[in-house]
Every structure is written in structure tokens, then in C-alpha cells.
């Protein structure tokens, strides 16, 4: 029974989800379709605020990887896979838009990403001062830092997923966390910052 429970979970497992899915399984892609979509949609909106262009840009990349599927056996980050696929699609189409003339390299680092307010989850009333200062600071960093920042603590990549998905190393990963945090404490007051640390801390449970 327990060897029973086991294949049951390992089943449910992204990795094996999405082997089933390369093997033809419509409702295993369903799957993969529900597990990323809104944590796709929402790092498409960082990238360029155009829902209609994220959107249509998602639709496309399931239709494809559906259409290639056969060709997908050897992925064995899923998510990370979708991720780099996404963002190569906004840039292009964004290039394409001609609102960059520049290389795509330079529309990569033209992105303006940007933190809504509903984004810092305050719930507490007397803090809602801090949480606009948050909020201001972290529009402060370079774009960079705020999507290591949003990968990172928004939707529970590892510094080695944030390597993949930016085609940076892993130091360069780790020196734009440590920038942005340093940039941070140079903005906001020791009370903020607290409420920074107590932030991303509620992010972890995500990372295992």
C-alpha cells in the first residue's frame, strides 16, 4: 500500500505530469495548462502590461509545444522551459511592435517591470504607509532586480531557474538579489525594512 501511495504522488509530480503530456495525454496537458497559466500570465504583464499581447503570446506557446510535443522529451524543468519560451515571445513581439529599434538584447534590458500595490499583501491598516513605501522602493531597482525579485519571491524559482531563464550566470543572479536588497535598505527606514524581510519570508514555504 505505501509503494502504492508513492506512484500515486510521484503521478501528480510536474515532471512526470508533463512526460504524460509529451506522450500525447490531453488531460495531462490540461494540466500543465492550469499549473502555469496565471503564474505565466502574471510574469507576462511584468514584462510589457499588454494583457491582450501576454495572452495571445500564451495561447501560441501552448499550441505549439502541443504541436512539438514529440520533441519535448529531454525537459526536465517544465516551468522553466515555459518561462524562457514566454519571455522570448513578448520580446519578440515587442520588437516587432517597433517600440524598441534597437537589438533584442536591448529590449531585454529595456523592459520596464513594474510592483502593483496589490502585489505587498498588508493586511494590517496601520502599516499601510509602509506598504507605499515598499511599493515606491521597489520601483526604484533596475529592471533586472525587480524581475530576479518577482522570479525569486513571486513564484518560487531557484537562483539556478533565474540563470536559465534570463541567459545570466548564477553569480550574476545572486549580485542583482544583493543589489536590490542593498538598494532597498539605502531607500526605506528600519521599520520597513522589516516588513520587507517578514515579506519575502512568506514566500518561502513556495521555494521547496
Known sequence: MHTNRGRKHNADQPVDVWNRFVSGNTICFEKVFT??????????LKLCNQPELVED??????????????????IDSPNVYLFVSLRRSILRQLKQQDKFKDRLDTVDESTAIRFGMEEIIIRDESKREQQKALHEALNQLSSRQKEVLYLHFYNGMSYGEIEQILSINRQSVRNYMYRAMETLRTILDTEVMKLVISLMLSFLPFLA
Not at 499549473?35 to 507576462?44: A, C, D, E, F, S
Not at 503570446?57 to 529531454?74: A, N, S, V
Request: a positive charge; aromatic letters at 22%.
Open 57 to 74: 503570446c500564451i495561447q501560441e506557446l501552448f499550441q505549439t509545444i502541443w504541436e512539438r510535443r514529440k520533441e519535448l522529451t529531454h
Open 35 to 44: 499549473r502555469y497559466y496565471k503564474q505565466m500570465y502574471g510574469y507576462g
